[in-house]
């Protein structure tokens, strides 16, 4: 079961409850509203793979004069 983690609007309090159905209704147990934000808690942020600069430095130089070419 997955278990999501929820950040109220109303009050910001932050907490983790276990969704057993995609139906259910989930509200804060601090103040009962349902504006919730849910997080990825159980996911990490998405993986940085490959390079960081795929394009690379870009040459300004032309043919002749940069050595890159
Ligand atoms: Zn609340």
Redesign the pocket.
Known sequence: MPIFEYI?R??N?QFETIVRSVREKIC?P??A?KKLDKQFSVFSAPATTGDATPDGPVCTGTPQTCGCH
């Open positions: 109220c109303g009050c309090h804060c601090k103040c509203s």
